[in-house]
């Protein structure tokens, strides 16, 4: 099963191939095999029979299933790990996988963007458990397939050569095209003719098939009127996200929205500075019915920017340019200015030198790490069933998007085989990634959600106050929890008087009766804005803080 759900058991086969007349092999190949079932799901199975030989997908959930168990999708994009194919390191690919998978990650989705990936990728993705939702190596922006003898021969070449890997869980024809025209006809077709063993999907995001593959399991049907896209439009964006369940007009997968930086001039942003609400405590999703049994959706990509840490990127710079806002930096990608401004104490951007530099990056880390907490919780919140980031990794020392550094040695200083780990990768070891997952939102509303697929959770959920200047810890609430198992069945309690449903004590006036600083933050902002951030709890309280919640 995926990782986190028991031993990824395989099998060594070996293969020989004798001439005629000979008892002795002369062709010899030696695997090691994994066995799973896969669904991917698009309709309510909670009754399959209604599914059962119906042609093409359905609009009410997008979700896996592995091995007749509901799991939740959470992970990463993977992106290349190196510019140049020489470099390339075998090891360094497998600890990447480990670092993921000891961040509670279970799922890769391979880049349409990026490489056909190396045989020690495919082979740590099935050792540790990881499924591999796998774009073929198309995407937006004049990366179109051509029906040509030698595209067909790659993508026949790359599913033959891929397709005994269990991590593989379905395939898709490319990044952000639609899965339209060509991707369906020719890519996907190709795909199809090559293996019929797995889910198919028109392009990462899509809302599914029309026609082409069976409703309850999306494995390809041979339907006579050929693989079809929906005509829905995709959700792509960079602005609010997209509606949510139970709005009829949700879609079922989306990618965005992305929260760049700002505020210096690089290769791939003008200069201009922009803040944005720092969204802490986080606007949680409205109080609704969440489980396989109700409308769900798939988010295989969001994020925001950051930057490496000091042991990562000093090693590239002239230690006359160890700041952010140094000439140098305008050839890296995506500032830090916002990031620092929204999160962090008064910084001096400009400065530069050793400290200084250390300082803007550990902020610039923290604030990505807090934004995207923000946006997981809220994601966790609603019936989400695939938390995918972009982007898992960085390609070289830079502005980007991972939670992972540049991780090739050898050949650049400062650069850790497999990749440091970022302040949002330990976020999600400690608790966006976790099964049991707990919550506070900004209006005084606290969540609990259970993704174990192996079993329910009865406890009791705990609230507390921290008061930073005593040391004092005063007890807020405490609710008793009954959850079956997941993924997906959350709870919701009020962290003071009220109810869940007609409204919960504000965080406002609970604070000051626990002796803490009321909350005031500021969700539209176009100035900088001071903060301090304590990480005990991941509470993020306005300045002056004299309490946390844990």
């Known amino acids: 099963g995926p990782a986190g759900r028991g031993e990824q058991g395989r099998s060594a086969m070996n293969v020989g191939v004798a001439p005629d007349g000979s008892s002795r092999a002369t062709l010899v190949d030696s695997r090691r095999l994994g066995f799973r079932v896969f669904t991917l799901v698009t309709g309510n199975d909670t009754g399959p ?32 790990m190196e510019e140049f194919e ?9 600890i990447l996988v480990q670092s993921a998978v000891d961040a509670n990650m279970n799922t890769f989705r391979l880049w349409g963007g990026g490489i056909f990936q190396y045989d020690a990728w495919y082979d740590a993705c099935d050792e540790l458990g990881v499924m591999i939702y796998h774009d073929m190596m198309y995407a937006q922006q004049g990366h179109a397939p051509s029906n040509t003898t030698m595209e067909e021969a790659e993508i026949r070449h790359q599913v033959r050569r891929l397709s005994s890997h269990a991590s593989v869980a379905l395939w898709d024809s490319c990044n952000e095209c639609g899965g339209h025209g060509i991707y369906a006809s020719f890519v996907m077709a190709t795909v ?25 399991w999306s494995l390809p049907n041979g339907s006579p009127l050929g693989l079809q896209p929906r005509d829905d439009e995709q959700f792509v964006g960079h602005g609010p996200a997209p509606p949510s369940p139970p709005s009829p007009t949700y879609p079922i997968e989306t990618h965005g929205p992305y929260q760049i930086g700002t505020g210096f001039e690089t290769v ?21 019915l969440t489980g396989p049994q109700y409308p769900g959706t798939y988010a295989s990509e969001f994020g925001g920017s950051a930057i490496s840490s000091f042991e990562s990127l000093a090693p590239t710079l002239n230690p006359q340019h160890w700041g952010v806002n140094t000439p140098p930096m305008f050839w890296r990608n995506w500032p830090v200015n916002s990031f620092v401004l929204v999160y962090g104490p008064n ?33 966790r919140s609603k019936n989400s069933f695939g938390t995918v980031t972009w982007q898992l990794n960085e390609i070289w020392p830079t502005g980007g998007w991972g939670s992972l550094e540049y991780g090739t040695p050898g050949f650049t200083a400062g650069q ?30 606290c969540v609990v959600k259970n993704d174990n697929a192996l079993g329910p959770l009865n406890g009791t959920a705990s609230v507390e106050a ?11 609430a405490t609710a008793q929890v009954s959850l079956p198992r997941g993924a997906g069945p959350t709870q919701w309690f009020c962290a003071g008087g009220g109810d869940v449903l007609s409204g919960c004590e504000p965080w406002s006036s609970l604070l000051p009766t626990l002796g803490c600083a009321p909350v005031h933050l500021p969700r539209r902002t176009t100035r900088s804005v001071s903060y301090y951030a304590f990480f005990k709890g991941w509470l993020l309280l306005s300045q002056p803080p004299d309490c946390l919640c844990l």
Not at 86 to 94: H, K, M, P, S, T
Not at 466 to 476: A, D, E, M, R
Request: a neutral charge; charged letters at 20%.
């Open 192 to 216: 199809v003719e090559e293996d019929t063993s797995r889910p198919v999907w028109p392009s990462c995001p899509s809302n599914g098939w029309a026609s082409g593959v069976d409703r309850l």
């Open 347 to 379: 910084t001096n951007l400009p400065a530069v030198g050793e400290a200084a530099l250390k300082g803007q990056l550990d902020l610039a880390m923290l604030g990505q790490a807090l934004e995207m907490k923000s946006d997981i919780e809220t994601r």
């Open 268 to 288: 791939n942003h003008y200069g201009w500075l922009q803040l944005f609400p720092a969204n802490l405590p986080p606007a949680l999703a409205p109080t609704f």
């Open 466 to 476: 921290l008061q930073v200047t005593s040391g004092k810890i005063v007890p807020v």
């Open 86 to 94: 020489g470099r390339v390191d075998a090891q360094a690919l497998r």
């Open 416 to 445: 850790l085989i497999g990749g440091r780990w970022k302040p949002l990768h330990y976020m999600m070891l400690s608790s966006l990634y976790t099964d049991v997952f707990i919550a506070c939102g900004d209006d005084g509303r």
């Open 49 to 80: 029979g209604s599914l059962a030989g119906k042609d093409g997908s359905d609009t009410f959930t997008m979700r896996f299933k592995v091995n007749g168990a509901d799991v939740w999708s959470r992970g990463g994009n993977m992106i290349p």
